[in-house]
């Protein structure tokens, strides 16, 4: 009999991302391309009911859109349905869209992706903190959890973490609500103050709506950032780390990430131990086929963890890309395929990436110093996020930096002194409500 003739297997190619296709894919497109011979395109799955997800859809450069009910399981999987045998690879870029990526990781069985069990460690800051201490208890800070403000749980706290102490929303992303407490009055204000802002917060974000409170002794010392890349089998390749200076250390009341800079000062041998801590973060939480992003505490005890989530950290794409030359979104989509990251760790230059909040909350009435900004010997790039008529507030209270400014130098002392020269002009004015 006459054989039948073989079809070719259908291509894979359409890499799906979870709401929005950040800036620096199309890079890592063309790569794709070069690797298979053949054009490799973005898909976004998103939430055609909520503004947000429709806003970062329409921003970005995407070739196939999948409006879908992430409420509905059948709905996803007809969503899906005229793609499934075309997908390469699914990843997620944002923070606030690893809830939606945990509920489409059963419609895409085929696919290398984390366990969706791994992805609510990873994002619930209470499950965290107890995976980390049932893993190593020796990388992790001393913790408790509260769901309310009262008596009880003022002496749960004092008790078992004491003074001075940081409190984070168990939930939330990011530095939103994240308060250091020196004594116990401090504590009861900013424990009332929390849970009455974090339900509206948690609603906003479609995070659980019982709110809880995760307390944690507050560690002294210097804090850095590495981002690693994890396999099928649990391999893990670190990427470069990079030195973050808070909000607080240069006067601000406040979390946030102030100034990122790569390349550090450490030694290697420094590097090498937190890169220790890095796998072990990655392990507790049984992170597979994912990016990883590690905050660590250089403090006198060794390194500990301050938090990691199953992502790239904030700005590394462009980071990694000035200071090593290598692309973090290929490597992102790579380790997922999954294919071999590949990374550079000869130095090119120094990259910095600054964050301003304004000094007080308000109506912003006036940002200082854009122009000059540009004028720097090291200036790269500069996003003003912040209309004029638009109110700026802290990132504890929810808000975000108002202006981020990208700088890179060949030499790290011009870098440093561009720093100071930014730091100089860059005034963000406001304008309080006056009272009724």
């Given at each position: ?369 854009v122009k000059k900004s540009q004028e720097l010997g090291s200036f790269h790039t500069l996003v003003e996020k912040k209309k004029d008529v638009e109110r700026a507030k802290f990132a504890r209270h929810g808000g975000k930096a108002v202006l981020t400014v990208n700088l890179f130098h060949r030499k790290r002392a011009d870098l440093l ?20």
């Amino acid at each position: 009999p006459m054989a039948r003739k073989m079809m070719p297997p259908s291509k894979k190619d359409i890499v799906l991302f979870v709401v929005n296709v950040p800036e620096g894919v199309v890079g890592a497109l063309k790569e794709l391309k070069k690797m298979y011979g053949y054009k490799v395109l973005s898909a976004a799955i998103y939430d055609p009911k909520k503004p947000s997800e429709v806003e970062l859809v329409q921003q970005s450069h995407v070739d196939i859109l999948i409006p879908v009910d992430f409420s509905s399981p059948s709905k996803i999987t007809k969503a899906l349905l005229p793609y499934q045998d075309r997908l390469l690879a699914i990843t997620c870029r944002g923070e606030y869209n690893i809830g939606h990526f945990r509920e489409l990781i059963p419609h895409v069985p085929y696919l290398r992706t984390p366990t969706a069990t791994s992805l609510e460690w990873a994002t619930n800051k209470l499950e965290m903190r107890k995976r980390f201490f049932a893993y190593d208890s020796s990388i992790t800070p001393q913790f408790t959890v509260v769901e309310n403000a009262g008596k009880a749980s003022i002496k749960k706290i004092t008790q078992r973490v004491g003074f001075p102490l940081v409190m984070k929303p168990t939930g939330l992303a990011a530095s939103l609500l994240v308060t250091l407490c020196y004594h116990q009055d401090e504590l009861e204000k900013a424990l009332k103050g929390a849970f009455r802002k974090v339900r509206k917060l948690y609603r906003e974000q479609g995070a659980p709506t019982e709110p809880k409170m995760l307390v944690e002794e507050f560690m002294e010392g210097e804090m850095y950032s590495i981002d690693s890349y994890v396999t099928t089998r649990g391999k893990v390749y670190h990427c470069p780390i990079v030195h973050i200076k808070t909000g607080r250390s240069v006067g601000y009341d406040d979390f946030f990430g102030y100034v990122r800079i790569t390349p550090t000062q450490l030694s290697k041998t420094s590097i090498q131990a937190a890169q220790v801590v890095a796998t072990k973060t990655v392990r507790a939480l049984g992170l597979r086929n994912s990016t990883a992003h590690t905050e660590l505490m250089r403090t006198e005890d060794g390194w500990k963890v301050i938090e990691s989530g199953p992502r790239i950290g904030g700005n590394r794409v462009l980071m990694y890309q000035l200071s090593y030359g290598f692309d973090h979104a290929l490597n992102d989509i790579l380790v997922r395929i999954p294919k071999k990251p590949v990374i550079s760790n000869r130095v090119r230059g120094y990259t910095a990436v600054l964050e301003f909040f304004a000094k007080q909350e308000g109506r912003i009435t006036k940002i200082k110093g854009v122009k000059k900004s540009q004028e720097l010997g090291s200036f790269h790039t500069l996003v003003e996020k912040k209309k004029d008529v638009e109110r700026a507030k802290f990132a504890r209270h929810g808000g975000k930096a108002v202006l981020t400014v990208n700088l890179f130098h060949r030499k790290r002392a011009d870098l440093l002194a561009d720093i100071r020269r930014l730091e100089k002009m860059v005034l963000i004015e406001t304008k309080k409500r006056s009272a009724p």
